[in-house]
Protein backbone atom coordinates (compact mmCIF):
# COMPACT_ATOMS: atom_id res chain seq x y z
CA UNK A 1 0.00 0.00 0.00
CA UNK A 2 1.53 3.41 -1.27
CA UNK A 3 1.33 6.24 1.48
CA UNK A 4 1.63 9.78 0.70
CA UNK A 5 0.58 13.30 1.39
CA UNK A 6 -1.54 15.29 -0.70
CA UNK A 7 -2.27 18.82 -0.49
CA UNK A 8 -4.94 20.62 -2.15
CA UNK A 9 -5.07 24.23 -1.73
CA UNK A 10 -8.30 26.71 -2.58
CA UNK A 11 -9.05 30.65 -2.49
CA UNK A 12 -12.70 29.49 -1.56
CA UNK A 13 -14.11 26.06 0.29
CA UNK A 14 -12.09 23.78 -1.62
CA UNK A 15 -14.88 21.73 -2.44
CA UNK A 16 -13.78 22.11 -6.50
CA UNK A 17 -10.47 20.95 -5.95
CA UNK A 18 -11.65 18.40 -3.41
CA UNK A 19 -14.00 16.27 -5.62
CA UNK A 20 -11.82 16.50 -8.64
CA UNK A 21 -9.05 15.04 -6.37
CA UNK A 22 -11.03 12.45 -5.38
CA UNK A 23 -11.98 11.61 -8.71
CA UNK A 24 -8.86 11.49 -9.76
CA UNK A 25 -7.97 9.27 -7.32
CA UNK A 26 -10.39 6.48 -7.32
CA UNK A 27 -8.89 5.24 -10.19
CA UNK A 28 -5.74 4.13 -8.26
CA UNK A 29 -5.50 0.89 -6.29
CA UNK A 30 -2.83 0.28 -3.67
CA UNK A 31 -2.41 3.53 -2.34
CA UNK A 32 -3.12 5.40 1.17
CA UNK A 33 -3.94 9.31 0.58
CA UNK A 34 -3.43 11.71 3.73
CA UNK A 35 -5.61 14.98 2.65
CA UNK A 36 -4.61 17.98 3.76
CA UNK A 37 -7.33 20.93 2.90
CA UNK A 38 -6.10 24.33 3.06
CA UNK A 39 -9.11 26.77 1.97
CA UNK A 40 -9.78 30.13 1.80
CA UNK A 41 -6.15 31.03 0.72
CA UNK A 42 -6.30 34.78 -0.71
CA UNK A 43 -3.04 36.37 0.20
CA UNK A 44 0.61 35.59 -0.54
CA UNK A 45 1.20 35.17 3.17
CA UNK A 46 -1.19 32.84 3.70
CA UNK A 47 0.28 31.11 0.51
CA UNK A 48 3.62 31.16 2.80
CA UNK A 49 2.15 29.94 5.68
CA UNK A 50 0.58 26.76 3.75
CA UNK A 51 3.88 26.12 1.92
CA UNK A 52 5.85 26.07 5.16
CA UNK A 53 3.35 23.16 6.10
CA UNK A 54 3.74 21.59 2.58
CA UNK A 55 7.02 21.19 3.14
CA UNK A 56 6.83 19.92 6.96
CA UNK A 57 4.57 17.08 4.64
CA UNK A 58 6.18 17.20 1.48
CA UNK A 59 3.42 15.55 -0.98
CA UNK A 60 1.48 16.27 -3.97
CA UNK A 61 -0.18 19.64 -4.87
CA UNK A 62 -3.51 20.34 -6.17
CA UNK A 63 -4.71 24.00 -6.05
CA UNK A 64 -7.39 26.10 -7.31
CA UNK A 65 -6.08 29.41 -6.65
CA UNK A 66 -7.43 32.03 -9.55
CA UNK A 67 -5.27 35.13 -8.35
CA UNK A 68 -1.84 35.13 -10.32
CA UNK A 69 0.20 36.42 -7.50
CA UNK A 70 -0.95 33.86 -5.23
CA UNK A 71 -0.70 30.77 -8.10
CA UNK A 72 2.59 31.70 -9.07
CA UNK A 73 4.04 32.42 -5.04
CA UNK A 74 2.60 28.78 -4.56
CA UNK A 75 4.17 27.32 -7.82
CA UNK A 76 7.85 28.74 -7.23
CA UNK A 77 7.79 27.75 -3.54
CA UNK A 78 6.51 24.04 -4.94
CA UNK A 79 9.58 24.59 -7.23
CA UNK A 80 12.31 25.12 -4.53
CA UNK A 81 11.43 22.13 -3.02
CA UNK A 82 10.98 20.00 -6.39
CA UNK A 83 7.32 18.78 -4.98
CA UNK A 84 4.76 18.60 -7.71
CA UNK A 85 2.40 21.67 -7.88
CA UNK A 86 -0.65 21.12 -10.33
CA UNK A 87 -3.14 24.21 -10.80
CA UNK A 88 -6.30 22.01 -12.05
CA UNK A 89 -8.18 25.04 -13.31
CA UNK A 90 -5.47 26.48 -15.65
CA UNK A 91 -5.76 24.17 -18.77
CA UNK A 92 -10.04 24.46 -18.97
CA UNK A 93 -10.20 27.89 -18.48
CA UNK A 94 -7.51 28.65 -20.79
CA UNK A 95 -9.01 26.37 -23.18
CA UNK A 96 -12.21 28.00 -22.75
CA UNK A 97 -10.76 31.30 -23.16
CA UNK A 98 -9.42 30.66 -26.29
CA UNK A 99 -12.71 28.67 -27.74
CA UNK A 100 -14.95 31.89 -26.47
CA UNK A 101 -12.34 34.63 -27.70
CA UNK A 102 -12.87 35.67 -24.44
CA UNK A 103 -10.33 36.91 -21.43
CA UNK A 104 -11.15 35.52 -18.02
CA UNK A 105 -11.64 37.76 -15.03
CA UNK A 106 -10.63 35.77 -11.92
CA UNK A 107 -12.44 36.29 -8.74
CA UNK A 108 -11.90 33.66 -5.68
CA UNK A 109 -15.30 32.31 -4.44
CA UNK A 110 -17.21 33.21 -7.43
CA UNK A 111 -19.11 30.10 -7.96
CA UNK A 112 -20.49 30.37 -4.25
CA UNK A 113 -22.06 33.85 -4.87
CA UNK A 114 -25.57 35.00 -3.10
CA UNK A 115 -26.80 35.19 -6.61
CA UNK A 116 -30.34 33.78 -7.80
CA UNK A 117 -29.38 30.45 -8.40
CA UNK A 118 -27.71 30.38 -4.73
CA UNK A 119 -31.22 31.17 -3.69
CA UNK A 120 -32.81 28.89 -5.51
CA UNK A 121 -30.90 26.27 -3.57
CA UNK A 122 -31.52 27.41 -0.47
CA UNK A 123 -35.38 27.30 -1.27
CA UNK A 124 -34.94 23.45 -2.46
CA UNK A 125 -33.54 22.31 0.64
CA UNK A 126 -35.98 23.69 2.88
CA UNK A 127 -38.49 22.37 0.84
CA UNK A 128 -36.90 19.15 0.68
CA UNK A 129 -36.36 18.90 4.67
CA UNK A 130 -40.57 19.87 5.07
CA UNK A 131 -41.56 17.11 2.22
CA UNK A 132 -39.07 14.37 3.61
CA UNK A 133 -40.79 10.72 4.69
CA UNK A 134 -44.34 11.72 3.61
CA UNK A 135 -44.99 15.13 5.14
CA UNK A 136 -47.18 17.95 3.71
CA UNK A 137 -48.31 16.37 0.77
CA UNK A 138 -50.82 18.82 0.40
CA UNK A 139 -49.08 21.19 -1.95
CA UNK A 140 -46.64 18.22 -4.09
CA UNK A 141 -47.44 20.20 -6.95
CA UNK A 142 -44.88 22.29 -6.15
CA UNK A 143 -42.46 19.94 -6.46
CA UNK A 144 -40.30 19.17 -9.36
CA UNK A 145 -40.02 15.62 -8.17
CA UNK A 146 -41.24 12.90 -5.86
CA UNK A 147 -39.62 10.26 -4.50
CA UNK A 148 -41.62 6.85 -3.69
CA UNK A 149 -40.38 4.22 -2.52
CA UNK A 150 -39.95 1.35 0.23
CA UNK A 151 -38.24 1.95 3.48
CA UNK A 152 -34.24 2.35 2.96
CA UNK A 153 -33.97 2.89 -0.29
CA UNK A 154 -32.19 6.33 0.24
CA UNK A 155 -34.74 8.76 -0.40
CA UNK A 156 -34.05 11.50 1.77
CA UNK A 157 -30.23 11.57 1.03
CA UNK A 158 -31.12 11.80 -2.93
CA UNK A 159 -34.08 14.46 -2.00
CA UNK A 160 -31.06 16.11 -0.04
CA UNK A 161 -28.49 16.06 -2.39
CA UNK A 162 -31.27 17.25 -5.62
CA UNK A 163 -32.04 19.99 -3.41
CA UNK A 164 -28.52 20.67 -3.61
CA UNK A 165 -29.03 21.34 -7.41
CA UNK A 166 -31.85 23.36 -7.01
CA UNK A 167 -34.43 20.97 -7.42
CA UNK A 168 -37.65 20.61 -5.53
CA UNK A 169 -37.81 16.99 -4.24
CA UNK A 170 -40.07 15.55 -1.68
CA UNK A 171 -40.41 11.88 -1.11
CA UNK A 172 -43.33 9.70 0.71
CA UNK A 173 -42.62 5.85 2.20
CA UNK A 174 -44.00 3.18 0.68
CA UNK A 175 -46.15 0.81 3.06
CA UNK A 176 -48.71 -1.74 1.98
CA UNK A 177 -51.87 -1.41 2.90
CA UNK A 178 -51.35 2.73 3.41
CA UNK A 179 -53.23 5.07 0.95
CA UNK A 180 -50.80 7.36 -1.00
CA UNK A 181 -52.27 11.12 -1.41
CA UNK A 182 -53.98 12.05 -4.14
CA UNK A 183 -51.64 14.42 -5.49
CA UNK A 184 -49.64 11.76 -6.70
CA UNK A 185 -52.14 11.12 -9.41
CA UNK A 186 -53.73 14.36 -10.59
CA UNK A 187 -53.42 15.50 -13.87
CA UNK A 188 -50.83 18.35 -12.95
CA UNK A 189 -48.45 16.12 -10.75
CA UNK A 190 -44.71 16.40 -10.63
CA UNK A 191 -42.54 13.46 -12.10
CA UNK A 192 -42.76 10.85 -9.64
CA UNK A 193 -39.68 8.33 -9.55
CA UNK A 194 -40.30 4.96 -8.08
CA UNK A 195 -36.99 4.04 -5.63
CA UNK A 196 -36.64 -0.07 -5.24
CA UNK A 197 -33.77 -2.33 -3.74
CA UNK A 198 -32.87 -5.97 -4.15
CA UNK A 199 -34.55 -7.92 -1.18
CA UNK A 200 -31.57 -9.40 0.40
CA UNK A 201 -29.50 -6.18 0.38
CA UNK A 202 -32.56 -3.88 1.80
CA UNK A 203 -32.81 -6.79 4.85
CA UNK A 204 -28.88 -6.56 5.29
CA UNK A 205 -29.71 -2.19 5.63
CA UNK A 206 -32.67 -2.53 7.69
CA UNK A 207 -30.72 -5.22 10.11
CA UNK A 208 -28.10 -2.19 10.55
CA UNK A 209 -30.55 0.09 11.12
CA UNK A 210 -32.07 -1.84 13.99
CA UNK A 211 -29.34 -2.43 15.55
CA UNK A 212 -28.37 0.84 15.06
CA UNK A 213 -31.28 2.05 16.99
CA UNK A 214 -30.95 -1.10 19.67
CA UNK A 215 -34.44 -2.24 18.45
CA UNK A 216 -35.55 -5.71 18.14
CA UNK A 217 -34.22 -7.39 15.04
CA UNK A 218 -36.85 -9.89 14.57
CA UNK A 219 -39.71 -7.99 13.26
CA UNK A 220 -41.76 -8.16 9.22
CA UNK A 221 -39.53 -5.12 8.68
CA UNK A 222 -36.38 -7.68 7.92
CA UNK A 223 -38.42 -10.77 7.27
CA UNK A 224 -37.20 -11.99 4.16
CA UNK A 225 -41.02 -13.48 2.89
CA UNK A 226 -42.61 -9.77 3.74
CA UNK A 227 -39.60 -7.81 1.90
CA UNK A 228 -40.09 -9.13 -0.74
CA UNK A 229 -43.83 -8.93 -0.81
CA UNK A 230 -43.16 -5.58 -0.30
CA UNK A 231 -40.77 -4.60 -2.81
CA UNK A 232 -43.37 -6.61 -5.23
CA UNK A 233 -46.09 -4.41 -4.21
CA UNK A 234 -44.02 -1.36 -4.82
CA UNK A 235 -42.90 -2.57 -8.29
CA UNK A 236 -46.68 -3.42 -9.29
CA UNK A 237 -47.75 0.30 -8.10
CA UNK A 238 -44.67 1.54 -10.36
CA UNK A 239 -46.07 0.05 -13.34
CA UNK A 240 -49.22 0.59 -13.18
CA UNK A 241 -48.78 4.23 -12.75
CA UNK A 242 -45.94 4.24 -15.45
CA UNK A 243 -43.60 5.93 -13.00
CA UNK A 244 -39.85 5.69 -14.10
CA UNK A 245 -38.09 2.91 -11.14
CA UNK A 246 -34.40 3.38 -10.41
CA UNK A 247 -32.91 0.34 -8.88
CA UNK A 248 -30.39 1.47 -6.20
CA UNK A 249 -28.69 -1.75 -5.04
CA UNK A 250 -25.79 -0.95 -6.51
CA UNK A 251 -26.18 2.85 -7.30
CA UNK A 252 -24.57 5.82 -4.79
CA UNK A 253 -26.99 8.39 -4.11
CA UNK A 254 -24.77 10.68 -7.14
CA UNK A 255 -25.55 8.20 -9.20
CA UNK A 256 -29.41 7.52 -8.48
CA UNK A 257 -29.92 11.74 -8.57
CA UNK A 258 -28.01 11.68 -11.80
CA UNK A 259 -30.47 9.65 -13.35
CA UNK A 260 -33.29 11.76 -11.58
CA UNK A 261 -31.81 14.85 -13.54
CA UNK A 262 -31.87 12.96 -16.61
CA UNK A 263 -35.49 12.36 -16.16
CA UNK A 264 -36.14 15.45 -15.61
CA UNK A 265 -34.13 17.25 -18.49
CA UNK A 266 -35.87 14.66 -20.33
CA UNK A 267 -39.53 15.57 -19.36
CA UNK A 268 -38.62 19.09 -19.89
CA UNK A 269 -37.08 18.97 -23.47
CA UNK A 270 -41.13 17.17 -23.91
CA UNK A 271 -42.65 20.50 -22.22
CA UNK A 272 -40.67 22.60 -24.56
CA UNK A 273 -41.65 20.56 -27.73
CA UNK A 274 -44.73 22.46 -29.87
Known sequence: MQDFHL???????????????????????DIQVREH???????????????????????????TLVDEKNRQALEEGCRLHQIPCIPVLDPVVAALGAYLNAKSHPRPGRQHAMDAEYFARI??????????DGQMT????????????VSRTSKTPTCIYLANRGIKAAN??????CPLPDEL?????PVVVGLTNDPKRLIEIRRQRLRFLDQDPDTDYVDEQAVKEEVASARRLFSQNEWPV???????????AATILQLLARRSGEDDTP
Do not use: K, Y
Request: glycine share 4%.
Open 37 to 63: LWPLVRTVDQVLEVMERIREQPGFVMC
Open 246 to 256: INVSRRSIEET
Open 7 to 29: HLVSDSTGETVTLLARACLVQFD
Open 172 to 177: IPFVPG
Open 185 to 189: FDEDA
Open 138 to 149: HDLANADVVLLG
Open 123 to 132: EAMQFALSHD
